[in-house]
């Protein structure tokens, strides 16, 4: 027998691994796609999709509580699609894209989109839950005690620390000698097996529960005295810490006319629908009202409520100015420097360096909170080093300069050093070109340094004044949006929108969250117009010089 040759397209045979050169190209790579998972990386997977498992399942129960069907169905599926992704070999792309694409949505997307339908409404103090929510706490919050209301021994417990636990009654029936225990959300029955009643009817242990000695329930005196339990006559309310009792409630809803009705003075407050909240012929509305969808109502207040408008848009220019002046300032007091220090003749570049970043290196919050001692007036370093006397926070065009400086002293070391990096790009021959045409060294920075710079800074420009537009502690911790002008405590000179946003909607006596959103919603599309038009001449300015 004659044997065969090797050649081109003939297997061959290698001892103990079968035929060689028989295996297409899509079997190779199927089979290093395929390889073999170690016993670490098995036990990572189990771990992880272990922990999937687990967070879903914590996730699941209070949807089902508040029977939340459509968020229980998104959450199986995405569990079941990240057990079908992690589980196999396959989608090897995916298993990296999923990851940030989740993180994406969770704290990305979703606070957009709940900001943006919380605009619409009126949600905030007094108008967090329903209408029947509202009527039970107006209910409660008018209870009295009226001749032969029954009395009870109260003991105060918490559940967890007695210092910050959440409050409750544990009373004893003086006819049953039935225990419960009492919140907001009213009386349950407690296993006489699980509490321990001394002679009198008070409770001095209860399983779950930590009660409260004289001292600790008296340095929590104003919660026990807040505390209303509704119950089915009325409502159980402290009387002292040993004490409770059962009062009537003063206000009661009527359901035939849809109002409220005070027993003592006669007066009616009617239900509201588009405002929620009940409102009486006076105009007066009670407190307790319920959330409803209010429209453009938040929008429109701010165009064309008189008291908001005017302070907001001369707030609009002075947060462009110090948008502007930050962020130009820093770029070009780092920009100079990086230059000296690119300079081949300078020596102890490191040395400068390290000094030059040490504001950058040091917390934010705690040298504003320096500079704001600084520019006192009667004791700070800026007066007292320079002989002045200026006041610096009382006048508008002296805080804003006082604020700007600050900037600048924080953030030129962050664009002395994107600077540094951009320069240390730039090829020294186009620069040595030009001084062998002729140019002058400014001639040389203005044609082809600067230009080149802005290509490659421009991104971090354009970021960094979306970051002072909105530079919440700039302002707060050094001024508090100070000088005030003496007709409007709610507008300083120095405010910007967030800071002014903050005030209107925080700083009264309730929380406006709805219209803080709507304010939020302006900011938004404000910085995104200027950014979405910066980045376009930059994508110009790049082909330029590209």
């Known amino acids: 027998m004659s044997t065969p040759l ?55 129960f209070p949807l089902v509580q508040a029977e939340q069907w459509t968020g229980l169905a998104v959450l199986a599926l995405t569990t079941a699609a990240l057990f079908y992704l992690y589980a196999g070999r396959r989608h090897v792309p995916a298993k990296y894209l999923v990851p940030g694409t989740l993180f994406l949505i969770a704290f990305q997307i979703v606070p957009v989109l709940y900001t943006a339908s919380t605009a619409f409404t009126n949600f905030g103090d007094g108008h967090r839950g329903t209408k029947d929510d509202a009527i039970v706490a107006i209910q409660t919050s008018s209870v009295r005690q009226v001749p032969g209301s029954t009395q009870y021994p109260l003991s105060v417990a918490t559940k967890g620390d007695p210092a910050t636990g959440a409050l409750v009654f544990l009373i004893t029936d003086p006819a049953t000698g039935t225990v419960s225990v009492g919140d907001d959300d009213g009386l349950r029955p407690l296993d006489p097996g699980t509490v321990t009643v001394a002679a009198g009817g008070k409770v001095t242990a209860a399983d779950g529960y930590t009660v409260l000695t004289i001292g600790q329930a008296g340095a929590r005196s104003k919660d026990v005295t807040d505390l209303v339990v509704p119950t089915a006559g009325g409502a159980l309310r402290s009387s002292g810490l040993s004490r409770a009792y059962e009062g009537k409630a003063v206000r009661a809803y009527d359901a035939g006319c849809d109002c409220v009705r005070d027993s003592d003075s006669g007066k009616t407050w009617t239900a509201d629908g588009e405002a929620g909240a009940f409102v009486a012929t006076d105009g007066e509305r009670l407190a307790q009202g319920w959330q409803v969808n209010v429209g453009l109502a938040n929008f429109t207040r701010v165009l064309t409520d008189e008291r908001i408008s005017g302070p907001f848009l001369g707030t609009l ?59 006192n007036t009667d004791f700070g370093l800026i007066n007292n080093l320079f002989g002045l006397g200026v006041d610096w926070f009382g006048q508008d065009w002296t805080a804003r300069a006082a604020v700007i400086l600050v900037q600048l002293w924080l953030g030129y070391p962050y664009m002395f050093l994107v600077a540094t990096g951009a320069l240390q790009a730039i090829p020294r021959e186009l620069t040595e070109a030009t001084s062998v045409d002729g140019a002058s060294p400014w001639q040389s920075f203005r044609a082809v340094t600067l230009p080149l710079l802005l290509v490659a800074l421009s991104p971090l420009l354009i970021s960094s004044f979306a970051f002072n537009f909105n530079n919440f502690n700039a302002i707060y911790l050094t001024t508090e949006g100070a000088p005030f002008p003496a007709d409007n405590p709610s507008n300083g000179a120095t405010d910007l929108l967030i800071t002014y946003t903050y005030r209107l909607a925080f700083g009264g006596q309730a929380a406006q969250f709805g219209f803080a959103a709507a304010i939020s919603l302006f900011i938004f599309a404000i910085v995104a117009v200027v950014s979405a038009v910066s980045f376009r001449r930059t994508r110009q300015q790049e082909e330029v010089y590209a």
């Open 317 to 375: 220019v002075w947060n462009f100015a110090f948008a502007i002046g930050s962020t130009g300032g820093t770029f070009i007091l780092g920009m100079l420097i990086a230059l000296a220090l690119h300079s081949p003749r300078m020596r102890g570049t490191n040395l400068y360096r390290m000094l030059l970043i040490l504001p950058y290196a040091m917390p934010s919050f705690a040298m504003l909170l320096v500079w704001r001692d600084m520019f």
């Open 6 to 60: 090797s050649g081109p397209g003939t297997a061959q045979q290698v001892p103990g691994r079968g035929p060689v050169g028989t295996g297409s190209p899509r079997t190779s790579r199927t089979a290093r796609n395929h390889a073999p998972i170690t016993a670490a990386g098995l036990a990572a997977k189990v771990i992880l999709l272990g922990l999937v498992a687990g967070i879903a399942i914590w996730a699941a």
